[in-house]
C-alpha cells in the first residue's frame, strides 16, 4: 500500500468516542485538558478572568488575596494503605491552596452517599476527615451530605472547598517559571496511584507500599520563607503525575523544562509494580508531594530548607528551565540519550506483556 | 531496584555504545520483532545513541498492533451483547475497531472490564453464572500458556459461560515471513527474550541456517537491548548467523517445556491473519477441536465478520520495517494516540506511539 495524501483521506474515519463522556476525561491528561478548554470554560464566557489553569484562583479581598480551590474526590477503593477517602479530600484541597502560596483557613466538606453505604465506614471516613483537618490545622466550617439511591453512587464521593489567605505580590503560579529556574521534587513519586491500583485490583504490591497522601501547605512556608519571590510555581502531581504537572507550567509559562531521569527518586516497589503493570512512574498520582520551580540563585538555600521539613526531607533537583522547547518537557533518559515527555492521553492502560 | 538498575547502568551502556563502535566497520540493519524491545529503544532513545550505519527497524512484535481489524469488529460485537461481560488486558480496550472502541462501547453501557490476568475472567465468570464472561486471547507465545490455564481451569470447573476470543499469533512465522519478503532490509534479529522464555529457541536454528541471518535472543533492558545489538553486529561483522542467547537470566534453550505443554493440550497451530502485513500460513494457535466449546468466535456466531483498513494508515510497512512514523503522510496529524487510525499509534508498545510519546515529529 502507498502512502495517502491525509488531505484526501475520506471518512468513516475509526475515530474514538466524540459524544460522551469516557473514563479518560477524568485521568487529569490530555481528555481531561480538552475538557476544560474546549467544554467547560467556554460555557463559562466572560464570567471567568482570563489566565493560565492554576490549582487555585486568588482573589483580591482589600489588603490580602483569598486564594479558592475545590476538588471532588472519587477514589475506589475509600479505604488503602496510608489513608482513605477522608484525608485525600481533606489534603487534596489544603494542597491546592497551599500551591498558590496561601495558607489554608477553612474547609467545606460535602458528602454524596449511596443509599444502603455502611455506618461504621461512614464513621470511619468523617473520623478521618476531622483527623487530617486538626492536623492540617484548618477548621471544617460549613458542610453538605446528600443520600442517592443505590446504584447512583459508588458509596461514597467527598467534595472539600478551601479557601486560604496570602499576603499580597508574593504568590507563585504556573505562569512565571523562567529560563534558569530549577526544578525542585519533594519527594519521591508513584506512591499514591500505585497503592489504590494495587489495592483496588488486588495485585498484592500494597504490603510494600502506602499512599503519600498528607498537607503541604507547612512545606510550602517553609520554602516561601526561606525564598519568597523567588519560588516561581508550585504544583502538586496528582492525577495524570508528574508528566502533567511539569508540561501544564512549561506550557502557562512558555518555557521548556528539562529533566534527568536519574535524578527523579522512584520508590522500588512503584517501580516494581509499574514495570509489571506496564505504567509509567510519570504518569501515576501523587498525593504528598510537590514540585517547585525555583529561581537558581535561591535554590540551594530552598533545598535546604525543604529537607528541613518532615515532608520534604527527601528533597532533590530533578531539572532546569531552559528557553529552547517552549511547552515541553525533555528529559536526559537513563542511558544518556534524550526523549519527551508527554502527558498521558487518557487512562492509564496496563500492558499486555 | 535490585535486578532492573543494573540494567540501566549509563556507565556500561556508554561501555557498550563504545564496543559497538568499534565493532561496527560496516553499517547494518539490525529489526528488534519484540514491541517491548520497541518500547525500551524509543523510551530510551537508544537508536539514536547508536553508531551511525546501525539502523534499527522496528518489527511486528506488539501483539495489539498485529491483531486484525476484523477481530476487533468481532471484539465489539460480542462486547455490545447485553448478556456478554467482555474482559481484555487494558491496551486493547482503545484499539480503535471500523467503528468504535471497547472504551466507547463502555462509556455506553457495555460491561467491559480490564482484567491482569485470564484466570481472573475465569474467577469473574465463576462469580456471575448469569453473565456469558468472554477473554480476548491475543499476544505471542508469551501469553499463549497463562491463556491455555485459564481454558483448562474453565474445563475442570465444568464451566458454560466462559469463553475466549483467540488471536494468537508466533514469532517464528513472521520472521521469516519478513525474510521472504523481496524488499526485505533486515541484516540480524533480536529475538523476543520473554517468547524464547517460553518456547526456547530451537525453533530459531532452522531459520538461521536457511537463511544466514545471526539471531540474538534478548531482554528488554537498556543493557540488554545494547549487548544484543553488539552479539548481533559482531556476528554480520564475522560473517557468522547463529542462534545465540543474551538473556541468560531468563532464557534456556529448550525454553518452559510446562509452559509448551499447556499450549499444546489447548491450542493449534493455524493460519493467522496480521494486521498490515497479511494471512502468513502457520502463524498462529486458535482452540484445539476438543476445547471448541470455548471459543467465542463460534459461541457467538461473528467468525464471518470481515472489515477494511482505513487507506491512510501504512500499518503494513510500519510492522514490516518498510518505513518508520515518521514517513507516514497521516503521522502526528490525522493520526495521533488521541484518536489513532491503526494499531501501532495505539498501544504504548506500537511503533507509531512510541515514536508520538517520546516526541519524534514529522520532518516533513
Given at each position: 500500500m502507498t502512502a495517502v495524501d491525509p488531505a484526501q483521506a475520506t471518512c468513516p474515519l475509526p475515530v474514538a468516542e466524540q459524544e460522551r463522556i469516557l473514563l479518560g476525561h477524568g485521568s487529569g491528561g490530555q481528555l481531561s485538558a480538552e475538557l476544560l478548554t474546549d467544554l467547560i470554560i467556554p460555557a463559562l464566557g466572560e464570567s471567568t478572568p482570563a489566565g493560565p489553569l492554576e490549582d487555585a484562583a486568588v482573589l483580591p479581598l482589600g489588603d490580602l488575596e483569598v486564594v479558592l480551590s475545590t476538588d471532588s474526590f472519587v477514589v475506589s477503593p475509600l479505604f488503602f494503605p496510608g489513608g482513605d477517602i477522608g484525608a485525600l479530600a481533606v489534603n487534596g484541597t489544603v494542597n491546592d491552596v497551599a500551591m498558590r502560596g496561601a495558607r489554608p483557613l477553612a474547609l467545606a466538606v460535602a458528602y454524596v452517599i449511596e443509599e444502603g453505604f455502611p455506618l461504621a465506614d461512614l464513621r470511619r471516613v468523617v473520623s478521618s476527615v476531622a483527623a487530617a483537618a486538626r492536623e492540617a490545622g484548618v477548621a471544617v466550617v460549613t458542610g453538605d451530605t446528600k443520600v442517592v439511591g443505590r446504584g447512583a453512587a459508588d458509596g461514597l464521593f467527598v467534595t472539600t472547598t478551601g479557601i486560604g489567605q496570602r499576603p499580597v505580590g508574593v504568590g507563585p503560579s504556573a505562569a512565571r517559571a523562567v529560563p534558569g529556574d530549577v526544578v525542585l521534587l519533594s519527594a519521591p513519586i508513584g506512591l499514591h496511584g500505585t497503592t489504590v491500583l494495587s489495592t483496588r485490583e488486588g495485585l498484592g504490591f500494597e504490603a510494600d507500599i502506602a499512599s503519600d497522601t498528607?498537607?503541604?501547605?507547612?512545606?510550602?512556608?517553609?520554602?516561601?520563607?526561606?525564598?519568597?519571590?523567588?519560588?516561581?510555581?508550585?504544583?502538586?502531581?496528582?492525577?495524570?503525575?508528574?508528566?502533567?504537572?511539569?508540561?501544564?507550567?512549561?506550557?502557562?509559562?512558555?518555557?521548556g523544562v528539562e529533566l534527568d531521569e536519574h535524578a527523579i527518586p522512584v520508590p522500588a516497589a512503584v517501580a516494581a509494580a509499574c514495570e509489571i503493570l506496564g505504567l509509567d512512574p510519570l504518569h501515576v498520582a501523587n498525593e504528598g508531594c510537590l514540585v517547585g520551580f525555583v529561581a537558581a540563585a535561591a535554590a540551594d538555600t530552598v533545598l535546604a530548607a525543604m529537607r528541613a521539613c518532615p515532608e520534604g526531607s527527601a528533597a532533590v533537583p530533578i531539572g532546569s528551565v531552559v528557553t529552547d522547547h517552549p511547552g515541553r518537557v525533555v528529559m536526559r533518559t537513563l542511558v544518556g540519550s534524550r526523549r519527551i515527555v508527554d502527558m498521558l492521553i487518557g487512562e492509564q492502560l496496563p500492558r499486555i506483556c | 531496584m535490585k535486578y532492573l538498575d543494573e540494567y540501566r547502568d549509563p556507565v556500561l551502556a556508554r561501555r557498550l555504545l563504545g564496543e559497538l563502535a568499534a565493532a561496527a566497520t560496516r553499517p547494518w540493519t539490525v529489526m528488534e520483532v519484540c514491541g517491548g524491545q520497541t518500547h525500551t529503544i524509543v523510551r530510551q532513545g537508544i537508536d539514536e545513541l547508536l553508531p551511525a550505519g546501525i539502523r534499527m527497524i522496528h518489527g511486528p512484535g506488539c501483539p495489539v498492533c498485529v491483531t486484525p481489524l476484523e477481530m476487533l469488529d468481532r471484539a465489539l460485537a460480542i462486547a455490545a451483547r447485553p448478556e456478554v461481560t467482555f474482559t481484555s488486558f487494558g491496551d486493547m480496550l482503545r484499539v480503535p475497531g471500523s467503528r468504535t472502541d471497547l472504551l466507547a462501547l463502555k462509556a455506553r453501557g457495555a460491561d467491559v472490564r480490564v482484567v491482569y490476568s485470564p484466570i481472573d475472567a475465569v474467577q469473574l465468570a465463576v462469580a456471575n453464572p448469569d453473565r456469558q464472561v468472554v477473554f480476548f486471547a491475543v499476544g505471542f507465545e508469551t501469553t499463549a500458556p497463562a491463556n491455555a490455564m485459564a481454558v483448562l481451569r474453565a474445563a475442570a470447573l465444568g464451566l458454560s459461560n466462559f469463553s475466549i476470543l483467540v488471536s494468537h499469533v508466533l514469532v517464528p512465522p513472521a520472521i521469516t515471513a519478513i525474510l521472504d519478503a523481496p524488499d526485505c532490509q533486515v541484516q540480524g534479529f533480536l529475538a523476543a527474550g520473554h517468547v524464547c522464555a517460553v518456547m526456547g529457541w530451537t525453533e530459531y536454528e532452522p531459520i538461521v541456517a536457511r537463511y544466514r541471518v545471526p539471531i540474538v535472543v534478548t531482554g528488554f533492558e537498556p543493557l540488554d537491548l545494547l549487548e544484543g545489538i553488539l552479539m548481533t553486529v559482531r556476528q554480520l561483522e564475522h560473517g557468522r548467523a547463529e542462534v545465540e542467547n543474551q538473556y541468560v537470566r531468563a532464557v534456556r534453550r529448550s525454553g518452559n517445556t510446562q509452559a509448551q505443554d499447556a499450549i499444546r493440550a489447548v491450542f493449534r497451530i493455524t493460519d493467522r491473519s496480521w494486521r498490515g502485513i497479511g494471512t502468513i500460513p502457520a502463524s498462529g494457535l486458535t482452540l484445539a477441536d476438543e476445547f471448541g466449546d470455548y471459543d467465542a468466535e463460534r459461541r457467538f456466531g461473528v467468525g464471518r465478520l470481515t472489515a477494511t483498513e482505513h487507506p491512510a494508515c501504512i500499518a503494513g510497512e510500519i510492522l514490516t520495517g518498510t518505513k518508520v512514523p515518521t514517513e507516514c503522510g497521516a503521522y502526528g496529524t490525522l493520526c495521533t494516540p488521541r484518536s489513532p487510525l491503526g494499531a501501532p499509534m495505539v498501544s504504548s508498545e506500537g511503533t507509531c506511539a512510541a515514536f508520538y510519546t517520546a516526541g519524534r515529529r514529522r520532518s516533513a
Open positions: 498528607r498537607p503541604l501547605h507547612r512545606l510550602v512556608g517553609t520554602m516561601l520563607h526561606a525564598g519568597g519571590a523567588a519560588v516561581h510555581s508550585l504544583r502538586d502531581p496528582t492525577r495524570g503525575g508528574l508528566a502533567s504537572a511539569l508540561t501544564e507550567i512549561a506550557g502557562a509559562s512558555g518555557v | -
